[in-house]
């Protein structure tokens, strides 16, 4: 069996990739944060891993219809938003001469399925930023309200126990899971199993014999359903039948500032 080599290098040399409207920050010799995610298009490209974090979340999430890294840049000067990097470097002309903060870069926009926007920033807990850059922040907020893509603010957490953090990570990959395990037989065995109320993990993957990697399909499909919020994927979480409901994997406010 061969292992794939890690790949290294500048990100923004990655042409396959949605990197948004700016390339991808130089990763100097670090592992690059590539993801994949039906939502944003295919494969893309993110500046940390606590914004691969958050293309997990958003992959997951029911209530989202799609998202974007970068998708575009605030002129704190002109008040408006750049959408192509043609129009940021002419507005970077235009500013040349003009001191201080001009421009500020969102992490992710956000579609709903409701037909809402939204525009994200994403901080790793511990790194959340200084005052100069909170402040370019409170000059952008205002401007994207204004053209209906409100801002909300994102803090990944920086343990990697943390459950939204560890069931984010399964759940993304279990979403690609789901025609290759979910049977009808499954099914059938887990709703009878599951009819008389909430039962762990450990309990009815050994009164039906299942193998524990096959409970986070059963969580991204609909079938089951527990607190993912505040408790790991492990053998003491209590599940119930979900009934296809999806509610479950809506993390995004669990971990919003």
Not at 43 to 52: I, K
Not at 74 to 88: E, G, T
């Amino acid at each position: 069996m061969t292992r794939a080599s890690v790949a290294y290098g500048r990100r923004g040399r990655v042409s396959a990739a949605n990197t948004g409207i700016r390339h991808t920050a130089s990763t100097y010799g670090k592992a690059k944060f590539g993801t994949y995610s039906e939502k944003a298009g295919g494969h893309l490209n993110v500046e940390s891993d606590a914004e691969r974090f958050v293309t997990h979340l958003l992959a997951i999430d029911p209530r989202v219809r799609a998202f974007r890294p970068q998708p575009f840049c605030v002129d704190l000067i002109d008040q408006r938003l750049l959408f192509s990097r043609d129009a940021l470097r002419e507005a970077s002309h235009k500013h040349r001469d003009v001191p201080g903060p001009k421009f500020y870069t969102v992490d992710f926009s956000i579609d709903w399925q409701d037909g809402l926007h939204h525009a994200v920033e994403v901080k790793a807990e511990g790194f959340e930023g200084d005052d100069v850059y909170w402040e370019k922040v409170a000059r952008a907020r205002p401007i994207l309200a204004a053209n209906s893509y409100p801002l909300r603010t994102v803090v990944a957490p920086a343990s990697s126990g943390h459950p939204i953090r560890m069931n984010s990570r399964v759940l993304k990959q279990a979403t690609h899971q789901i025609q290759a395990h979910l049977t009808d037989e499954l099914v059938e065995s887990v709703t009878r199993r599951c009819e008389g109320g909430p039962v762990s993990v450990r309990a009815l993957c050994s009164d039906l014999q299942l193998l524990p990697g096959l409970i986070p399909v059963l969580l991204v499909s609909g079938v089951l359903e527990g607190d993912l919020a505040h408790h790991p994927i492990c053998g003491t979480l209590e599940l119930s039948l979900a009934y296809g409901d999806l509610a479950h994997l809506c993390l995004f406010e669990g971990v919003e500032k």
